[in-house]
């Protein structure tokens, strides 16, 4: 049996040149200019988001005295992140995960109705990628000029012109990358240090990262970071359903396609020419009259494209149009597209974003100004005292939220004969007022001691209350007492 399977195995040399069929080249893609309302849509949300991207590290915002003014700041030398009015500490991190499940379920929602407005409008890939192909039009031309040039040979005008769209591509790269770094400094002094060769090595680096992958991405890879980097498109597939919007090919009004010329009759044909100006426009190369793709990122711009033709044979617009899967194979020119934002799957998410919106504003209104920390000394445990009592050792960590200076007074309950006091220079601090800083951390050495006879066993439950002397806020923090074994 063995030697018969051995004997059916194809054992012949590989032919490369068989296998390349295998593996097609990437033709790079050269959208067309589309007008319309898509497109116009397009540039405007282009430029709201690039400008609020650049110029928002730039808005100023006073915070008092010894606070930075800059409205947005990362600032990872005070381990803070600065949001206009909201100041978060490292502690409060996790309004950091509430907004991440806020985005992800407003993207879900936003798909359940729309499909993939996310990428086709706002997704920093597609603003990125318009705005490169918006600068490569504008130096080499439209579609069929920059064909052109691709199949041309190397001379003195095209690689005058190459040269002139890459050095800006890469202009447009740094100004991504330095916008960026200013999220996390100052944005003036930081803009300075970098031209002066004073900033730290770390904003070099992140600035050449970001100009290098902003290139690559925006510039070259372009429609291959949506297909084959990003798993959204995997994702999306269960996140539509049948009556979400999705650019949609109208094939029960399209079919049978064909060229048409001026005067012949439209009977027994659809209203399809085959004029390929859907594939021309598209930035992913793909063509909508083949249905649903992974590709398609429903920029609309097909859409575009479509009914500037119907304007121009003088057919109804909407052969291509924004329909819901249940509704694409309805042929009626003249229907009204109906969409039920109300249903199961938009109401969850809607109720999601409710829930998780409410308890993140019910905190963030009432935050506290005030965090403490008491963390017991565990080498050694305890201390037998000479007079028999029994001391344990703290370190009491107060925040002060505020810029301005505040006194807290600290008390430990919890056991009869209890006493506490202060570790300073000279004799023991019972006075038990602590001064911190404004926008700042302020540790103190507790000692407590509690005579051997009122423990009843090796450890005792204390609370450690912290008190604003004068707004009188409160935060009490409970720890355990420790003594030998009864």
């Given at each position: ?8 195995v194809?054992?012949r ?18 959208p ?7 497109r116009r849509?397009?540039?405007i ?6 400008t ?29 992140f ?21 985005a ?30 918006f ?7 439209d ?21 002139t ?8 790269g ?33 600035v ?6 902003t ?27 049948d ?30 020419i ?21 590709e ?19 057919l ?20 009204k ?12 998410y809607?109720a ?5 919106g ?26 037998t ?10 370190t009491?960590?107060?925040?002060n ?28 601090d ?22 051997a006879?009122?423990?009843?066993s ?29």
């Amino acid at each position: 049996m063995v030697e018969s399977a051995v004997e059916n195995v194809d054992v012949r040399p590989v032919n490369k040149k068989e296998n390349r069929a295998l593996f097609e080249r990437r033709e790079k893609i050269q959208p067309k200019k589309a007008r319309g309302d898509f497109r116009r849509l397009k540039w405007i949300i282009m430029a709201v988001t690039l400008t609020i991207y650049y110029v928002t590290p730039w808005i100023r915002w006073d915070r008092g005295e010894g606070a930075p003014d800059q409205a947005v700041l990362v600032d990872f030398a005070r381990e803070r992140f600065y949001f206009f009015l909201i100041e978060l500490w490292p502690q409060e991190v996790y309004y950091i995960t509430g907004l991440l499940i806020i985005a992800a379920v407003s993207l879900f929602l936003v798909t359940a109705l729309f499909g993939r407005a996310w990428c086709g409008y706002s997704c920093p890939q597609t603003v990125w990628t318009d705005l490169f192909i918006f600068v490569e039009r504008l130096i080499e031309g439209d579609r069929n000029a920059r064909l052109k040039l691709d199949k041309a040979p190397m001379s003195m005008s095209k690689l005058t012109k190459r040269v002139t769209k890459h050095a800006i591509w890469l202009l447009i790269g740094v100004l991504t990358g330095g916008a960026w770094v200013f999220y996390f400094a100052d944005a003036p002094t930081l803009l300075v240090d970098l031209f002066t060769l004073e900033a730290a090595v770390i904003a070099y680096a992140s600035v050449a990262t970001l100009t290098a992958t902003t290139y690559v991405f925006g510039g070259l890879m372009r429609e291959q970071v949506c297909t084959y980097m990003c798993p959204w498109p995997r994702i999306q597939g269960a996140m539509v359903g049948d009556e979400s919007l999705t650019v949609t090919y109208h094939g029960a009004r399209g079919e049978p396609r064909g060229p048409h010329k001026k005067g012949q009759s439209w009977e027994n044909r659809g209203h399809c020419i085959d004029c390929n100006q859907c594939v021309a426009v598209c930035p992913m190369g793909i063509d909508i009259r083949d249905g649903l793709q992974m590709e398609c990122i429903t920029c609309a711009l097909c859409i575009d494209a479509c009914n500037d033709v119907m304007d121009k044979i003088d057919l109804p617009r909407g052969l291509i149009s924004y329909d819901t899967y249940a509704g694409q194979f309805d042929g009626n020119p003249e229907k009204k597209l109906k969409v039920r934002l109300i249903r199961p799957r938009t109401i969850a998410y809607g109720a999601i974003l409710a829930f998780v919106g409410a308890i993140m504003l019910f905190t963030l209104l009432n935050r506290s100004i005030l965090d403490v920390n008491v963390i017991r000394d565990r080498n050694p445990l305890f201390v037998t005292l000479s007079d028999g009592s029994i001391r344990n050792g703290y370190t009491v960590k107060i925040l002060n939220k505020l810029h301005e200076v505040r006194k807290y007074h600290v008390e430990v309950t919890g056991s009869a004969g209890l006493q506490s006091w202060f570790q300073k220079e000279g004799p023991k601090d019972h006075t038990m007022i602590v001064t911190v800083p404004g926008d700042s951390v302020s540790s103190v050495k507790l000692f407590v001691s509690i005579p051997a006879a009122n423990l009843k066993s090796k450890s005792t439950d204390l609370d450690v209350t912290v008190v604003d002397r004068e707004t009188g806020e409160t935060d009490t923090q409970n720890t355990s007492f420790k003594g030998p074994e009864k």
